[in-house]
């Protein structure tokens, strides 16, 4: 039995070194690592908390008094009065709702961005050709189904966790007073253990959907079809043919984890490199202008901020480009995978006809051998 998770190596490697190489050119590869960066930009977590700290019996501003809530009997009652600690008169309460609810649409429009530019990255390599703002256009209607798709993705994974998170919930609610030390000890412990299974269940699902979205992005495009229609047809053809997918997780596995050793050592012998190059550079030029304006340090921080800022952009551009390489292989991979997998799906790659002459050459000649 063929293994298409073995046999799409070769096939990703030639289209790789062809696509990036064979010529190199930069604004190509520029366009790639403004698309990738896009694609993973999106994907931060933008977590916020406050804090705060104080004694005597109550908190007071000069618009309102928060009254102690005093002894409490249970763990409910403990957080029932929560909402009246809210200050809803805060002069800056509209400002901070503000920002919230500014910081979370930006959150939602990078991940529309980051959902069209999988379609635009897709076309791109099967292509050859990266034409940035007309493929953008393009996608912009697949792009939305898919942000759609992973939305409701995300919120079926809250769901999931919440599930698992009330065995250690109820407890802390139906606990009395008296024992809700004992009670919180206790939930540490299992806390633990639930974190484990929490992070464990979530990566698992999580991979496995995250890989038949990525299948399902260039049946999306090539049989002209919306996500959830495209997903339903991998999940199909899943069911049809098993064994490859499990053995396709599994080769990608290995795949990730040796080109990330090789990308990683890389990257670090660059960063190392150029970081200690630009460090001297930077001390070498502090030393200069100290001399030329001494005593002026605020001169020279806005002479040095701008310089250090764009610097930082040259690393981060940097990186992206030496580990652009990786990211495009492991998308030939996926594509040359599918189009063994799942023949139905004519993905037109720019060497398919290339290949399809060298595959009839081959086979003639077994046949004259044989």
Known sequence: MRWYVVDAVDRAYARTKKCLFEPFDFWKWMKLVIIVMLIGGSG???????????GGDGYSSNDYTLPDLGPTDSFAEAFAGIGDLIPTSAPN????????????????????VSSVMEFVFVDSLVSNEVKFWEYSRKYLRKGLGLFTFRLLYGIILLIIIAIMALPLILPLISSSGENIAETIGMAILSTIFLLVGIILLVAIIGSIISSFINLSIPVAIYTDTGIFRAFANVFGQFRKDWKQIFAYWFGRILLGIGIAIVVGILLLIVIIAVGLFLLFADLLFYFILSTVLPGSYLAIGIILVPIILIELVFLIFLIAFIALPARVFMKYHMLSFLQQWYPEVEIPVFDVQQINEEEEGEEEESDREG
């Open 44 to 54: 931060g977590n933008y977590n916020g908390g406050n804090g705060g700290g104080g």
């Open 93 to 112: 309460l509209g400002l901070i709702i503000a920002i919230i609810v500014f910081i979370f649409a930006l959150i939602l429009f990078f991940t529309y």
